[in-house]
């Protein structure tokens, strides 16, 4: 991982997606997807059962993203997400999960 030039155009934010989406491939999805897109980050399960991701890319990009989260894979069932601007300085080279 380096760290972002001052002079970026990439947007980088943090999402939870609660709902049925552990346990349904949903991470792996999450990857697949990611290097479809060019988005850029990690994905990983939390301990209340959501699923947390860190999305960098172009704004184009990161919303494509975004947009997959709501639905998932087939077997999720996507209850909410809600993601936030995030200040991470680090320039992830590809998407993975954690």
């Known amino acids: 991982m380096n760290k972002l030039p001052?002079?970026?155009?990439t947007e980088t934010i943090v999402a939870r997606v609660?709902?049925?989406?552990?346990g349904v491939g949903f991470r792996?999805?999450?990857?697949r997807q990611a290097h479809l897109i060019g988005v850029?980050?990690?994905v990983r399960n939390?301990?209340?059962?959501?699923?947390?991701?860190l999305l960098q890319?172009?704004?184009?990009?990161?919303d494509r993203m975004l947009s997959w989260?709501?639905?998932?894979?087939?077997?999720?069932?996507?209850s909410e997400v809600t993601h936030e601007q995030s200040l991470e300085e680090r320039h992830y080279d590809r998407f993975e999960q954690i």
């Not at 609660?18 to 552990?22: D, H, K, N």
Request: charged share 20%.
């Open 57 to 62: 890319g172009d704004h184009e990009q990161v």
């Open 40 to 42: 850029r980050g990690w």
């Open 18 to 22: 609660t709902g049925y989406v552990q």
């Open 28 to 31: 792996a999805s999450a990857v």
């Open 6 to 9: 001052s002079n970026h155009n």
């Open 69 to 78: 989260l709501h639905a998932g894979p087939r077997e999720a069932r996507v």
């Open 46 to 53: 939390n301990e209340d059962g959501s699923v947390e991701a």
